[in-house]
């Protein structure tokens, strides 16, 4: 084999928005699985960058380097992190094999390479979290309610349905315009128009999250009481006062449970049922 074919064997295979969707289907499927204290979701970008970067590099040394790369420490939420960063490590992977191949000066070095990501990582998952898990899923909840209120199946199964159908998609879209953008897509994900959009869509989530406390957290007072020959409904004065005040009490004290003791939701449940219990032992719900 002459030294020409061995060079042009090492070439970097083109990057096709087709690699860039598998890599994203890869990284959504094996997010949470090979999870691990020391490195987090790692393991699941580099499944996810293992077709890529095997068309990249074509040196075994190489490689390796490009694995270690896409190893270190990595957390963030899997369809606007690893939407956008997926994409993203994929059009910095193959302009670091382009440099490496053509002998050029290596300006997308490890630690640019690294620190983009770790920039990203939190900023998105905070994101997507707000937007995703703060948002919409309560947007199909909400719409899915009724059905599962009058026994139908269809109540459980649209929000599954569709919140999983809508992060997919979500997820594709984004790793092919980061891929498309390259590093770019990190000035847009900051620029103003899109962080409006984010603070705008936070807002709906607290509206929906609030009309579906109202609408599906029933607790009402049982007390009367008797005064100068008048009976008084305390549910009644309370809906003319301050319509839904018991509701919003129970999700408050929720929420204050949650920030004073962390996310411990079978203790929540254990305490919320008790207190319900005796105040409905004494008369007052």
Known sequence: MTEATKTTNLAPEEITKKDVTKAYLRWHFANEIPHSFERYLAPSLL?????????????DDKLK?????QLLFFNTQLSWGGGVITGLMSSMEQ??????YEQ????????????????????LAGIGDAIDSGTVQYIFIAIAVPWAQEGSALGALFPFVCFALYQ?????????????????????????????????????????MGILAGNYVKVASTLKFSLS??????????????????????????????????????????????????????GIL
């Open 47 to 59: 499944y996810a960058m293992m077709p890529i970067l095997r068309k990249l590099y074509k040196d």
């Open 95 to 100: 302009q670091r094999a382009e440099e490496e």
């Open 168 to 208: 997919v998609l979500l997820g594709v879209f984004f790793a092919q315009q980061a891929f498309s953008m390259g590093r770019n897509a990190t000035g847009l994900m900051q620029s103003t128009g899109v962080q409006t959009a984010i603070e705008t869509l936070s807002v709906l989530g607290l509206f929906m």
């Open 229 to 282: 020959g008048r009976e008084f409904v305390v549910q009644e004065i309370l809906d003319q006062i301050v319509p839904g005040i018991l509701p919003l009490a129970v999700v408050m004290g929720v929420y204050w449970f949650y920030t004073k003791k962390g996310l411990k939701v079978t203790q929540a449940l254990l305490w919320l049922t008790a207190i319900l219990i005796v105040l409905a032992a004494v």
């Open 104 to 123: 050029k000066e290596i300006m997308m070095q490890d630690d640019l390479m690294y620190n983009t990501k770790a920039g990203l990582m939190g900023a």
């Open 65 to 69: 380097a490009a694995y270690k790369r």
